[in-house]
């Protein structure tokens, strides 16, 4: 069993910029097109070379900022569409209670994250992931970003599963989508702790 983190664990990166755009004056869907890219895709957007570990993160966002001032709507960093993730430090507990479960039951569990490097010690520090996970890969530190079905077939490599074998949870629908290309089963679990919530539910009701 294979998991993101941000939105699985914690709120949503896509909903805390969607919160961020009402406070902004952006259309949702434009402001998350400038911070983060087509996100379905794996391109040469600054914030898809920051989670692969090609900038800085200083370095993507200048060049955020300037796409955005492009735009007509000044230099948006993109900090600014992730406030609500540095205010909200909630866990979804039942998320934590999933995993160890999980391995209790003898399943191995992942982490495939599309992470920044400058992040990694903020959000492995937010719940236990040595002890709750056999393995975690880390866009960043492996040069591979979801939804590159790469980094599918690396992290069911590593955990020495089966793509067939293993089932995937993520918040971007891209990224489900990504999964279940290689052969992983894979569900979206939507942008809430609510959805989460039921995703979890399915879970539990797939490997009982």
Same mark, same amino acid.
């Given at each position: 069993?294979c +998991?993101? +983190?941000?939105?699985? +664990? !914690?709120?949503?990166? +896509?909903?805390?910029?969607?919160?961020?755009?009402?406070h902004?004056?952006i259309?949702?869907?434009?402001?998350?097109?400038? *911070?983060?890219?087509?996100?379905? &895709?794996?391109?040469?957007?600054?914030?898809?070379?920051?989670?692969?570990?090609? =900038?800085?993160?200083?370095? @993507?966002?200048?060049?955020?900022?300037?796409?955005?001032? $492009?735009?007509?709507?000044? @230099? !948006?960093?993109?900090?600014?569409? =992730?406030?609500?993730?540095?205010?909200?430090?909630?866990?979804?507990? %039942?998320? /934590?209670?999933l995993?160890r479960?999980l391995?209790t039951?003898?399943?191995?569990?992942?982490?495939?994250?599309?992470? *920044?490097?400058?992040f990694?010690?903020?959000?492995?520090?937010?719940?236990? /992931?040595?002890?709750l %996970?056999?393995d975690? /890969?880390?866009?960043?530190?492996?040069?591979?970003?979801?939804p590159?079905?790469a980094?599918?077939? =690396?992290?069911?490599?590593?955990?020495?599963?089966?793509? #067939?074998?293993?089932?995937?949870?993520?918040?971007?629908?891209?990224?489900?989508?990504?999964?279940?290309? *290689?052969?992983?089963?894979?569900?979206?679990?939507?942008l &809430? @702790? #609510?959805? &989460?919530? $039921?995703? @979890?539910? #399915?879970?539990?009701?797939?490997?009982s």
């Amino acid at each position: 069993m294979c +998991f993101d +983190f941000g939105g699985i +664990f !914690i709120t949503s990166p +896509f909903a805390a910029a969607a919160t961020a755009a009402v406070h902004l004056g952006i259309d949702e869907h434009e402001l998350l097109e400038l *911070v983060f890219g087509p996100y379905d &895709t794996d391109g040469d957007h600054p914030w898809h070379r920051l989670e692969r570990g090609e =900038l800085r993160f200083d370095e @993507a966002s200048a060049q955020i900022s300037e796409r955005a001032e $492009a735009a007509g709507h000044g @230099a !948006i960093e993109p900090m600014a569409a =992730l406030a609500a993730l540095a205010s909200d430090r909630s866990v979804r507990e %039942f998320m /934590v209670d999933l995993v160890r479960d999980l391995r209790t039951a003898g399943i191995k569990t992942g982490i495939i994250t599309n992470n *920044v490097a400058e992040f990694g010690s903020y959000w492995r520090a937010i719940i236990p /992931v040595e002890a709750l %996970f056999d393995d975690i /890969v880390d866009s960043c530190e492996v040069g591979i970003r979801k939804p590159d079905p790469a980094i599918y077939r =690396l992290a069911c490599e590593r955990l020495g599963v089966a793509p #067939e074998a293993t089932l995937f949870i993520d918040d971007h629908q891209g990224n489900v989508v990504g999964a279940q290309a *290689v052969g992983m089963a894979a569900i979206w679990s939507g942008l &809430t @702790a #609510e959805t &989460t919530r $039921a995703a @979890a539910d #399915e879970i539990r009701a797939r490997v009982s």
